[in-house]
């Protein structure tokens, strides 16, 4: 009964575009109409509409991308006065070759593990995360960052490692210059 009602709701939205299909057909002939004066103002709004765009998301393309970390961290990587901490993950605690860094000194975080993967998560004094990459066996990811106000930072471990994954928190202090 079901499969029957089905076909012929199939079969009458079939007879519907095939009505379509024949009503757009009978309406279509050959006709000598002039469209260049159409065309020509269609082609006006289009390059209109073309300049409206390069106006309006120029900026904004720019002013997305100003924030982008590419560039800071070439200047950086150029720039002298970087500190480089190398930070390795173990199950289940952070070792860290430094812990004490000055506010608004470069820092250069060399992230890697000794066992499994681990998630290298700074967080500032209120918790929240400031910069993080990935600690993974055999590979070293290198984390730049400014820290740009004094305080408690902490490590903390972003990828479920193990039983004591919890208790992998490190510290770092970031003093005034
Ligand atoms: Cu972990």
Redesign the pocket.
Known sequence: MLHESVWLVSLALMGLVLAVFLFVYSQSHVREDDYTPLQKRAYRLRARLFWVLVVTLGPAMVYNLIDLPYGAARAHAAGTGVRVIEAV?HQ?RWELSGNEVTAGQPVEFRVTSSDVN??FGIYDTELRLVAQTQAMPGYINTLRHTFERAGTYRVL?M????IV?HN?IAEITVTEP
């Open positions: 993950g289940w681990h998630g471990c990828e479920y490692c193990g994954h992998m």
